[in-house]
């Protein structure tokens, strides 16, 4: 049994340490000093310990379930919120991921940011995403969520322009930011939307309403969209994919841990913990898997032609983000299928995605640190600088590979089990988004050895990046990693290699779904009676042979096959255009350059014609209208000024005379100091003045033709 | 008729006339706000010992004395206090005329605290009169060409403005003989209405009456003026117009139009879906508008309109939901006490960053994290609150507003509202990714003076509080917004 008050410190450890480094280390110590980093490893030691214990008393139980006493944050009127924690399977799980990729992050972080002016703001901020991180997973509320939720993007923002003095790092931080809150847009109109129809943000109690059918219909589909919406920003689905590649600008620990394992999992992880919402929508779950599916191959199509290592993971994570949403859309499906829906089922369904979310985290982090690795010792990421990295990076090599084989599905590493659930649940659904997995997991396996290969086989194409001279050899400065670095990977595939087996007999899908599963695997061997993996595993081994006859052998030319595929290979390298129609089409041309110049003229300067010929449909419109009589009123009030008025505008246009009645009211207020007006040399008074009237006869025209 | 309630007015009176005395007698002119700083918190502290006694009416029921007047002249006064503090590095440079700015800021403040306390279309008028004089001149206190501009334009322009809210309070005096707003209620809820067609004079008032305070508070159409007077007056002035102008705007609405025009269903359905209207309009023209802008005090402008905007989505829920419930009240209280904080702590770091560069312009704030780090971190959190994310206050003043519309049924206007939050993050943030992610223009450091830090620390510390533990606010808005069904 753990207390709650342990519970709480596991979110709280990581904030202590925010707060030590960035106000205490920060700004008295050096940043040589490797202060910072201790302080930090120390905190998500320790929540990574209360969260082992909080997994194995969650295990205990026998609802899989901790109570823990919640407080109430805000009391006014009807709106109660109420702070809590909820820490069932899922939460324990992943408490788990999140502290253990954190903890070989912030160690790999040692070695990698070491000498880093930035250092300690570096340990500040991964602190803090941390904590964020942790508040997302174990919030009871869906507001609590979206708190912790734009927390770890802000973080992310920090993170990935961390570098700032590279404009493309700042540029990318931004579009992160943006970008992702399109989608958190959806997901606060479906928080509102939920609040006003249930009154609770309690996503225990929103579950019970989903399940029971209190809650159905458009209003329960609407807010699912809405919260997929949220999800789809931050796990970079189709078509809001386009700013994680470019966050790769970011150090690379900071894209293994948040852009790899954590945070753009949490996309997967609300839809996971919202499950019993989704359930009840068929609309909610088939959108759920359709973009799953699209985005899984989508991404693998662009991973396929990447020359920079880091983005083929970046894409690679996309990739492998759309089979989870595609493993949670399909059990959706599947349990609609069946007909009973019970919140038990529904959590086992849920179990498929996050299985897969379980082990990606460890493999794709090691492939992230793998890639930071290769970083630090040849300074770049461009893998036609590679090559023969083998012999130097013994280490970084055969920890690289296992990520890998775990990535491409091979048995029995940890990705072919998690992987194999979601064909075998999209097998039994949808055999469309089957054939695209399918291929999908093809172009994985090819992709991510033709990084193997590129990288680690052959001769080393690049210059020394240590020596300027001539009098060195080539790879003299090429150097495995300190053990600082190598420690966390070694961890990491340990994990890549052992994470699967959890549910080689369907017990982690027990574990969430309260003793319901619906894995089909049967044990080690067992698995091999279902004809599926048989299948899968073919499809892989034929991607990484083909990665091994091109790259590694060389049996067949790079350029003679992309020569043959150069549409498709400029389709893909380009990305399909997706940042070109995002940003210069609909961002500058349309909107920037157009709209906004536009409305910034009419809405600052004097615009002649337009305001003239507006001017006198209005006093046509007004003339008929039965206002009549108030103008002149008004009119009357100033009459005696209006002889002036003609002198002190600058440049009076003809036109702009001839529209009396509302014109000379507002010009009347000109005269009042026409002197002082002249030296501003501006007519853009009357204009205001102008604006104010139509408003005004705008208004009464509402209303009048609208009452 | 009992005095005493009117002592923080006459206390802020007297110091006015108290500080402009010593500044012919005193050298050291820092005394003097010292001085009107002492007057406001004293008048504060009496406004404090009103707080939680029974509604009360003075002079004959022009004057109301309860929660929601005394909320607001709490509010008032904290603003003008930040506003004195941030204003003291700033005014030494007018060494003639700096008894006067105090003092001016001194007689405004008693304008706004009148216009949230009039019961009675006279002094409503009366004491706008008084705010828009003494803000016009300290506009124009800069006396170069564009603040004389800028002054010149908000005297002509509210001249005008409030002459049109005259003929409104005209007409609905001549349509119902009363002027008391509790009395005009009776009147119209006498009246045997059955459409909006039947009394047009009626409807022409309530219109004007819009119109002149849409100006106040900066809505579109009534909004022109914001720009070029937000980037003429001294920056002082400019934050204390931004919040405190717009707070009394919206304090003179909600009295009038939760009283007044607040009981026949045929007026209130159609004024609630005006201000919808006009809400998805400001907010929507003054987002857009804000992206090209490069200097960040018209920037801020914008921003203001649309921040307007979004607090008349709480306008519409006033004008949609019953009377009795107060939700749509309370959150734009909320939202205002959450705007202020927010909007002078932005401009009190833009003030003290400018101050050194002499530049508003957005590109010479690149930077700045490493030439002023606390300052460049506090305008960082000012600017994540107006975007609307939390930990911020900004997060649950839209939180609130936009909860009041989803629950009055305007879910089309909040959508459109949290697409602008969504575009209004793109201008937020240019100004935080120039001044963490850009090379600094000078490796000098950016100082600040002790008041000015004092403030900005105070802004800091009530963002931070109101967005995390916005319980406390939210009971005193809940308590002023009650107030306004108790109308004498």
Same mark, same amino acid.
């Given at each position: 049994m753990i207390a709650s008050e342990l519970i709480w410190l596991i979110f709280l450890l990581p904030v202590f340490s925010f707060i030590i480094v960035s106000l205490f280390i920060r700004p008295s110590v050096k940043p040589t000093s490797k202060i910072a980093g201790y302080i930090t490893i120390t905190a998500i030691s320790a929540s990574l310990v209360l969260s082992l214990w909080t997994l194995l008393t969650v295990m205990a139980e026998p609802k899989h379930e901790l109570a823990v006493p919640d407080f109430s944050w805000l009391t006014v009127g009807d709106l109660t919120i109420r702070i809590g924690l909820m820490i069932d399977s899922l939460t324990a799980v992943m408490l788990v991921v999140v502290t253990v990729v954190s903890l070989m992050v912030q160690i790999y972080s040692q070695g990698y940011m070491h000498g880093d002016p930035g250092y300690h703001r570096y340990y500040a901020w991964m602190s803090l995403f941390t904590a964020s991180m942790l508040g997302v997973?174990?919030?009871?509320?869906?507001?609590?969520?979206?708190?912790?939720?734009?927390?770890?993007?802000?973080c992310s923002y920090l993170l990935i322009g961390f570098w700032f003095h590279r404009p493309a790092a700042a540029n990318a931080a931004k579009k992160a930011f943006v970008v992702t809150r399109l989608g958190d847009f959806g997901f606060l109109a479906a928080i509102l939307l939920l609040y006003t129809n249930t009154g609770t943000f309690n996503i225990p109690e929103l579950h019970e309403m989903a399940i029971t059918g209190v809650l159905a219909g458009t209003t329960l589909t609407w807010a699912a969209i809405g919260i997929f919406a949220g999800a789809i920003g931050k796990s970079a689905q189709f078509p809001l994919h386009v700013w994680l590649p470019d966050a790769m600008e970011g150090p690379t620990p900071v894209s293994a841990l948040i852009h790899a394992a954590t945070m753009v999992a949490a996309g997967v992880f609300l839809v996971a913990r919202t499950f019993p919402l989704f359930v009840n929508s068929a609309t909610a779950v088939t959108i759920v898997a359709v973009i799953g599916a699209f985005t899984a191959i989508f991404a693998a199509t662009m991973g396929l032609v990447m020359n920079d290592m880091k983005r083929v993971v970046a894409y690679s994570t996309i990739s492998q983000l759309g089979y989870m949403m595609l493993g949670l859309g399909a059990a959706g499906l599947a349990l609609r299928q069946e007909g009973h829906v019970t919140l038990e089922l529904a959590k086992a369904a849920a179990a498929i995605g996050i299985f897969h979310l379980f082990n990606h985290a460890f493999f794709k982090a090691l492939l992230f640190l793998g890639a930071g690795s290769v970083n630090h010792a040849t300074n770049t990421f461009d893998m036609r600088q590679m090559g023969g990295l083998r012999k130097v990076m013994p280490w970084t090599y055969a920890t690289f590979v296992i990520g890998a084989l775990s990535l491409a599905g091979i048995w029995p590493l940890s990705g072919f089990w998690s992987k194999d659930e979601i064909l075998a649940v999209t097998w039994d659904t949808q055999r469309v988004l089957f054939t695209l997995v399918m291929i999908t997991v093809l172009m994985t396996a090819f992709y991510i050895f033709r990084v193997v290969f590129l990288t680690f086989s052959g001769q080393y194409r690049g210059s020394d990046p240590g020596s300027h001279g001539q009098e060195h050899d080539h790879t003299t400065h090429l150097h495995e990693s300190s053990p600082v670095m190598v420690a966390p990977m070694v961890i990491l595939a340990i994990l890549a290699i052992i994470s699967g087996f959890w549910n080689i007999t &369907?017990? +982690?899908? =027990?574990?969430?779904?309260? %003793?319901?599963?619906?894995?089909? @695997?049967?044990?080690?061997?067992? $698995? #091999?009676?279902?004809?599926?993996?048989?299948?899968?595993?073919?499809?892989?081994?034929? &991607?990484? +042979?083909? =990665?091994?006859?091109?790259? %590694?052998?060389?049996?067949?030319? @790079?350029?003679?096959?992309?020569? $043959? #595929?150069?549409?498709?290979?400029?389709?893909?390298s380009r990305k399909y255009w997706f940042d070109e129609l995002y940003e210069n089409v609909i961002v500058k041309l349309i909107l920037l350059k157009w709209v906004f110049a536009a409305l910034e003229k009419i809405d600052t300067k004097v615009v002649d014609g337009a305001v003239n010929g507006l001017a006198n449909t209005v006093r046509t419109i007004y003339r008929i209208a039965l206002l009549n009589g108030i103008f002149d009123i008004l009119q009357r009030v100033d009459g005696t000024k209006i002889e002036k008025a003609n002198g002190v505008i600058k440049e009076p246009n003809k036109n702009w005379w001839q529209v009396d009645g509302i014109v000379n009211v507002m010009a009347n207020g000109v005269t009042a100091s026409g002197e002082a007006l002249k030296k501003t040399q501006t007519g853009q008074l009357q204009l205001y003045g102008l604006v104010i009237g139509l408003g005004v006869v705008a208004i009464i025209l509402v209303l009048y033709f609208a009452g | 008729m009992n005095l005493q309630l009117f002592i923080p007015e006459l206390t802020l009176a007297i110091f006015a006339i108290a500080v402009i005395l010593l500044d012919l007698f005193v050298q050291r002119k820092g005394v003097l706000a010292g001085v009107s700083v002492a007057g406001l918190v004293i008048s504060a502290g009496f406004t404090l010992t009103m707080w939680g006694s029974e509604p009360q009416t003075i002079f004959n029921n022009m004057l109301a004395v309860d929660s929601f007047a005394l909320f607001f002249k709490l509010l008032f006064t904290g603003i003008a206090i930040l506003v004195i503090l941030a204003s003291v590095d700033y005014a030494s440079k007018l060494t003639n005329l700096q008894g006067e700015y105090y003092a001016l800021v001194l007689l405004s403040v008693l304008g706004m605290m009148l216009m949230a306390a009039a019961?009675?279309?006279?002094?409503?008028?009366?004491?706008?009169?008084?705010?828009?004089?003494?803000?016009?001149?300290?506009?124009?206190?800069?006396?170069?060409?564009?603040?004389?501009?800028?002054?010149?334009?908000?005297?002509?322009?509210?001249?005008?403005?409030?002459?049109?809210?005259?003929?409104?309070?005209?007409?609905?005096?001549?349509?119902?003989?009363?002027?008391?707003?509790?009395?005009?209620?009776?009147?119209?809820?006498?009246?045997?209405?059955?459409?909006?067609?039947?009394?047009?004079?009626?409807?022409?008032?309530?219109?004007?009456?819009?119109?002149?305070?849409?100006?106040?508070?900066?809505?579109?159409?009534?909004?022109?003026?914001?720009?070029?007077?937000?980037?003429?007056?001294?920056?002082?002035?400019?934050?204390?117009?931004?919040?405190?102008?717009?707070?009394?705007?919206?304090?003179?609405?909600?009295?009038?139009?939760?009283?007044?025009?607040?009981?026949?269903?045929?007026?209130?359905?159609?004024?609630?879906?005006?201000?919808?209207?006009?809400?998805?309009?400001?907010?929507?023209?003054?987002?857009?508008?804000?992206?090209?802008?490069?200097?960040?005090?018209?920037?801020?402008?914008?921003?203001?309109?649309?921040?307007?905007?979004?607090?008349?989505?709480?306008?519409?829920?006033?004008?949609?939901?019953?009377?009795?419930?107060?939700?749509?009240?309370?959150?734009?209280?909320?939202?205002?006490?959450?705007?202020?904080?927010?909007?002078?702590?932005?401009?009190?770091?833009?003030?003290?960053?400018?101050?050194?560069?002499?530049?508003?312009?957005?590109?010479?704030?690149?930077?700045?994290?490493?030439?002023a780090p606390g300052l460049a971190l506090a305008l960082t959190l000012c600017l994540v609150s107006l975007i609307g994310m939390p930990p911020a206050a900004g997060f649950m003043a839209k939180f609130y507003i936009f909860s009041a519309g989803v629950h009055s049924g305007l879910l089309w206007l909040v959508i459109i509202a949290v697409l602008n939050s969504v575009i209004s993050a793109y201008y937020y943030l240019r100004v935080v990714k120039v001044m963490w992610f850009g090379e600094p223009t000078s490796t000098e450091k950016v100082f600040s003076s002790g008041a000015l830090r004092f403030s900005l620390f105070i802004t800091s510390i009530g963002v931070l509080l109101l967005g995390i533990l916005p319980g406390l606010v939210m009971k005193l808005t809940e308590a002023a917004s009650k107030m306004l069904a108790f109308l004498p």
């Open positions: 997973i174990m919030a009871n509320s869906l507001l609590l969520i979206f708190f912790f939720w734009e927390l770890v993007g802000l &369907g017990s +982690f899908d =027990a574990f969430m779904g309260h %003793g319901e599963t619906r894995s089909f @695997a049967s044990g080690l061997f067992g $698995i #091999f009676t279902h004809p599926l993996p048989w299948i899968a595993l073919l499809v892989a081994g034929l &991607g990484i +042979f083909l =990665a091994y006859a091109i790259y %590694g052998a060389k049996w067949l030319s @790079a350029e003679r096959i992309g020569h $043959i #595929f150069r549409p498709l290979y400029i389709i893909f | 019961t009675e279309l006279i002094s409503i008028y009366v004491a706008l009169g008084l705010t828009s004089l003494s803000l016009c001149a300290l506009v124009g206190f800069l006396k170069d060409s564009k603040s004389s501009e800028a002054a010149l334009k908000y005297f002509l322009l509210s001249a005008m403005v409030s002459a049109v809210l005259l003929f409104g309070m005209a007409l609905v005096f001549g349509v119902t003989g009363e002027t008391q707003l509790s009395k005009i209620a009776q009147v119209i809820q006498a009246m045997p209405l059955t459409n909006i067609t039947d009394n047009p004079a009626l409807v022409l008032g309530v219109v004007l009456l819009i119109v002149g305070f849409g100006f106040k508070i900066a809505a579109v159409p009534f909004h022109m003026w914001v720009p070029d007077v937000y980037e003429g007056a001294p920056t002082p002035i400019t934050a204390y117009l931004s919040v405190g102008s717009k707070a009394a705007g919206f304090a003179v609405i909600l009295r009038i139009f939760s009283s007044a025009f607040g009981l026949p269903e045929w007026l209130s359905l159609n004024w609630g879906m005006l201000f919808a209207v006009l809400a998805a309009i400001s907010m929507t023209l003054g987002n857009v508008v804000a992206l090209p802008q490069t200097n960040i005090k018209r920037m801020l402008g914008y921003s203001s309109i649309a921040q307007a905007g979004y607090l008349m989505v709480g306008l519409a829920t006033v004008g949609i939901l019953p009377t009795a419930d107060v939700l749509g009240q309370s959150a734009i209280l909320f939202f205002l006490a959450s705007y202020t904080v927010t909007n002078l702590g932005a401009f009190i770091a833009i003030i003290a960053i400018s101050n050194k560069t002499n530049s508003d312009l957005i590109q010479d704030f690149s930077g700045m994290i490493r030439r």
